[in-house]
Structures are given as C-alpha cells and as structure tokens.
C-alpha cells in the first residue's frame, strides 16, 4: 500500500445558520477524517475538498432523534483505509474521478 493523505475536521457546537433546517438552534459537532492518496490526484483532489470546505459545502446539519448534529454532505470522503467501496474506504479505482465530478 502507498502512503495516503488524512484531511481531518473538527466541528464544535455552534448556533445552525439561516439555510439549516432550524435556523439558530444549537447543534452538537464531532470529528471526521477522510483519506485521499498521497499522490498527484490525491493532492489535487485534496485542494478542491479545502475549497468546498471553506465555502461550507462539505458537512451539513441533520435532526437524529430530537438533536441537531453535522454530518457529511454531498461530497463523497473515504473514511477508511480499507473495506473498498462498500465501506466507504479504498481499495475503490473510481473514487478520485467520483470526487472530482462532484466538486
């Protein structure tokens, strides 16, 4: 196996914003990893996830039983190593061309 990159994210409590589904209610964060190759593509693709990061494009906010709480949005992670596509994580030829088509 190649060595890989790990983007980590770390989301706190905070107040949900106009385009959340309850507008200024208080949400619980968490922390979440994804994995990219370390690799020409990998880096690529690791910039474009920085900028749909910080354009609020990569986590959104869900009701789970009465709670506020972020989870991954519409963009594709893997977060895992292994477990292939099923499991969100690699081996999974497809994903860096998935990824790209969704940024």
Same mark, same amino acid.
């Given at each position: @196996?190649? #060595? ?7 989301? /706190? %409590?905070?107040? /949900?914003? +106009?385009?959340?589904?309850? =507008?200024?209610? /208080?949400?619980?964060? !968490?922390?979440?990893? !994804?994995?990219? =190759? ?7 693709? $690791?910039?474009?996830?920085?900028? $749909?990061f910080e354009r609020g494009l990569t986590f959104q ?8 709480? +972020?989870?991954?949005?519409?963009? =594709?992670?893997? #977060? /895992?190593?292994?477990?292939?596509? $099923? @499991?969100? !994580? %690699?081996?999974? $030829?497809? %994903?860096?061309?998935? +990824? @790209? #088509? +969704?940024?």
């Amino acid at each position: @196996r190649g #060595t890989a990159l790990q983007p980590l994210f770390k989301t /706190s %409590y905070s107040c /949900s914003k +106009v385009q959340d589904p309850h =507008p200024g209610r /208080s949400y619980k964060g !968490g922390y979440f990893c !994804g994995f990219l =190759p370390d690799n020409k593509e990998g880096q690529k693709t $690791a910039m474009l996830l920085k900028k $749909a990061f910080e354009r609020g494009l990569t986590f959104q906010i869900k009701s789970c039983n009465g709670e506020e709480r +972020v989870t991954w949005g519409l963009i =594709p992670h893997k #977060t /895992s190593l292994g477990g292939g596509k $099923a @499991r969100n !994580g %690699y081996p999974d $030829a497809q %994903y860096l061309r998935e +990824v @790209r #088509t +969704v940024l």
